[in-house]
């Protein structure tokens, strides 16, 4: 076998070409999805391994290396579904939904929708379905109040990827720190810098514009209450349920290990189910594994409902699989190297290289419309580029969060972007320029890699030498 060599950069860009003209054909027309554009982002980076001198078994070690690598958040996928499942059926999800919506007033309309889907989302750990129930009755109300639609669309969605960014329920959240070798809950808490501020400003942002957008008058709830006479009519809705919310959090804090603390919190869903639902603990355990369904008759409670279970996870972990299968093949062929060392080999600043984090991920956001691979390319990418420079890599994970979590709806024909245009009947350009968070969040990011606040920093006694990650 010839010695391996690192491809041409203009070589090494015909896997990612060959993932973009797939992915954009699969959000545009096909609906396939993602995974079989990744599989030929694959097949292609196969091919340039074996022109460059690799072998298939040393390829295929390093997609397997590559997959390994996210098996503790796949682990992690799991048990979310789990704790989905239970929260639901044990009445957890549908309080905090009830008592949230119960927060609407004309004058604050605008940065209530934001706020009360942020939280939404920050329990469900899910953005899409944060959008297509609780989102939808903020349209219907602001519609009624005769507030623009698309700046009603900004706030929801602007709350909606606070959760999805934010949440340890969440897939991206746990995607991005496996990526660099970090902690779920340490890449949480160090994410508390750009996304707290970034709600912040993004409500605050909300309230002034609604100051001068809203007509003002009585809001119409009807589709508030369609929903929480749904919710009520299913489960007993009562505030001692927050105490699991509230031991969840505390469980956090206490930093117990991630997989652990996420069992624990699932029972602890699924013990509200039987003391306080009455649910049968068979019943109960199906709902782990399978998830809830919801049959009042009612879509947008049904819709709001049916959800979770271990078995709901398995596309993502699919997704996931395929994605880190990638990024190892493309990091051992040299793609990755090809085409990041001539962006980061004349960095010497810190704030250059989250910039040049930020613009990486916003490249992969565009060009393939894909959150996972914005998180997951530059993340294993660069994460070499921290390590040498000093840098903790929960900074990179912060980074790759900002721009390819939240930064990604920024993408007309990115796979959000559309979701919430077919959910909200809007053209992506409608409510893109009013997604305040996904412009908010990034920038924070390369204001505090240019005056280092909040950058975390590793001693070179913190860099293993036999970890190949740097």
């Keep these: 076998m010839p010695v391996p060599r690192d491809p041409h950069p203009l070589v090494a860009l015909l896997p990612l070409l060959a993932l973009i003209a797939l992915a954009s054909a699969s959000t545009l027309s096909w609906k396939i999805g993602m995974i079989l554009p990744i599989v030929a982002g694959i097949v292609v980076a196969a091919v340039i391994g074996r022109l460059t001198g690799h072998s298939w078994k040393d390829m295929e070690a390093a997609m397997t290396d590559g997959v ?47 706020l009360v889907t942020a939280f939404i989302s920050l329990v469900l750990g899910s953005s899409f379905t944060s959008i297509a129930t609780v989102g939808l009755a903020f349209m219907a109300i602001g519609g009624g109040m005769g507030v623009p639609l698309p700046i009603v669309a900004g706030a929801v969605i602007s709350g909606a990827f606070f959760g999805d960014k934010l949440s340890p329920l969440s897939d991206t959240t746990n995607v991005a720190p496996a990526m660099v070798g970090e902690g779920l809950f340490d890449h949480i808490r160090h994410m508390l810098w750009d996304t707290i501020p970034g709600l912040v400003l993004s409500a605050g942002l909300f309230w002034f514009i609604g100051l001068r957008v809203s007509p003002g008058g009585d809001v119409d709830t009807a589709a508030r209450d369609t929903i929480q006479a749904g919710l009520s009519g299913q489960f007993t809705i009562h505030p001692a349920l927050l105490l699991v919310v509230l031991a969840t959090l505390v469980i956090i804090a206490l930093r117990v290990p991630a997989i652990p603390a996420l069992v624990l919190v699932a029972a602890l869903g699924g013990l509200s189910g039987v003391l306080v639902q009455g649910r049968p603990v068979g019943a109960v355990l199906k709902d782990a594994t399978t998830g809830y369904t919801s049959a009042t008759g009612q879509e947008s409670v049904d819709s709001l409902l049916t959800n979770g279970g271990v078995a709901s996870m398995f596309m993502t972990i699919g997704l996931v699989i395929v994605a880190t299968a990638l990024g190892g093949l493309l990091e051992r062929t040299g793609v990755f190297r090809a085409l990041i060392d001539p962006l980061v080999r004349r960095i010497r600043r810190t704030g250059s290289l989250i910039a040049a984090t930020v613009m990486a991920s916003f490249l992969v956001g565009f060009s393939t419309g894909a959150q996972f691979l914005a998180v997951i390319l530059p993340a294993r990418g660069m994460v070499d580029a921290y390590r040498r420079m000093g840098l903790s890599p929960l900074n990179l994970s912060r980074a790759v969060e900002a721009a390819g979590t939240v930064g990604i709806n920024l993408v007309p024909w990115g796979v959000p972007a559309v979701f919430a245009a077919g959910v909200f009947g809007l053209e992506p350009m409608e409510f893109i320029p009013w997604i305040l968070f996904a412009f908010i969040v990034p920038a924070l990011n390369v204001l505090y890699g240019y005056t280092g606040l909040s950058i975390k920093r590793i001693t070179p006694a913190e860099v293993d030498p036999e970890d190949p990650r740097g």
Excluded: D, K, Q
Aim: with cysteine.
């Design 68 to 114: 390994s690598r996210a098996m503790p958040a796949v682990f992690i996928l799991l048990i979310i579904g789990m704790i989905i499942g239970t929260w639901i059926s044990g009445g957890v999800i549908p309080t905090l939904i009830h008592y949230g919506l119960e927060f609407i007033n004309p004058t604050f309309f605008l940065p209530m929708a934001c």
